[in-house]
């Protein structure tokens, strides 16, 4: 099993950036695919952005561009890079393995807002 602690969110303006960090304990962390989700209240978990042990990144349409997943195996770490944050990219954010596996850790809230 592997746990997650989020950190790094805030309110920032439109056209901001933020840098979020995952600090992953448990299980050999670097035999997994980690991911970066976000949720708004009333819609379904979204996976916004993913990277696999070797480096290979896929992003979700609407962050292309603007967001970089990376991670650091020796130090158990997954990172979100977001520029040219949008007011739709507010959520709260959550990394976990893909697929994921319960338990969620409680996530870092992202508002953007003028």
């Known amino acids: 099993q592997v746990q997650f602690v989020e950190s790094g969110g805030g309110l920032v303006q439109p056209g901001g950036s933020l840098r979020l960090s995952c600090a992953a304990s448990?299980?050999?962390?670097?035999?997994?695919?980690m991911g970066w989700y976000r949720q708004v209240p009333g819609k379904q978990r979204e996976l916004v952005a993913r990277i696999t042990n070797g480096g290979t990144t896929i992003y979700a349409d609407s962050v292309k561009g603007r967001f970089t997943i990376s991670r650091d195996n020796a130090k158990n770490m997954v990172y979100l890079q977001m520029n040219s944050l949008k007011p739709e990219d507010t959520a709260s954010y959550y990394c976990n393995t893909v697929p994921w596996y319960d338990p969620w850790g409680q996530g870092t809230q992202v508002t953007v807002s003028s």
């Open positions: 448990g299980r050999i962390f670097s035999n997994y695919v």
